[in-house]
């Protein structure tokens, strides 16, 4: 099963308002496990940078100038995602923008059955908990030390762990058995066995003695019996 994990930033909140997308990062899973391939990239909005947004991301109008608007890249982008379920935190915002874009540069929009919502799944799972990217890092024990600023591919990354663990965590097979660690069996040395000497009792002659009156008592033995035979 293929699934794609993909964070977008943007220059605000609305698209129908005039914001644009100026970054998307996306991260390949199959069976749940991260393969490797990622795609990621910048765009020029065709606008200014608001302020706030630049606070958020980091990315300004200066840096994304020398970056190809959406239409130039869209092609890379289709390719990489295919008909893929497409997986992201607060779906719905990624999605308007994605689409957005699409229908902007004449392509046609993804299916919104395609759709993935990680926000819909934390707050089924954990409800009255902190449902942001943050939070869930924060409850799964996931690493996010590195992220300073918001970047698409870098929260993508951390989502793919996320979605993971929502999911169920990792789990064992699923046809992934070159992954699997071999089984080691640990040989454990048996205990020596400690012999205890041989212990010989040797009859006393009285014992003897009585012995060979109790067989002169037995009439016809069975000994003589076979002995004449």
């Known amino acids: 099963m293929r699934e794609i994990v993909f964070d977008t930033e943007t220059t605000g909140l609305s698209f129908v308002g005039g914001d644009r997308m100026v970054e998307i990062g996306c991260v390949e899973l199959v069976n749940r496990v991260e393969t490797g391939r990622t795609f990621h990239a910048y765009f020029h909005p065709e606008r200014d940078m608001p302020a706030e947004a630049e606070r958020v991301h980091g990315l300004s109008a200066t840096f994304l100038s020398k970056h190809p608007v959406f239409a130039a890249g869209v092609a890379a982008l289709l390719d990489f995602i295919g008909d893929a379920p497409l997986v992201a935190h607060n779906a719905g915002f990624d999605f308007s923008f994605l689409n957005g874009e699409l229908e902007r540069c004449g392509q046609a929009a993804v299916c919104r059955s395609r759709m993935v919502d990680t926000l819909a799944i934390a707050r089924t799972r954990h ?9 869930l890092c ?11 600023l918001h970047g698409a591919l870098l929260d993508a990354q951390l989502l793919a762990q996320v979605y993971v663990e929502l999911m169920g965590g990792r789990q064992i097979g699923l046809g992934l058995v070159s992954e699997a660690a071999p089984i080691v069996v640990e040989q454990v040395a048996a205990a020596p066995v400690r012999a205890r000497p041989l212990r010989v009792f040797s009859p006393h002659p009285a014992e003897l003695a009585a012995h060979a009156a109790f067989l002169k008592k037995v009439k016809e033995p069975l000994w003589e019996v076979a002995a004449s035979e």
């Open 138 to 148: 924060s409850r799964y024990g996931i690493d996010r030390s590195h992220r300073v």
């Open 127 to 135: 409800p009255g908990a902190k449902h942001t990217l943050d939070g």
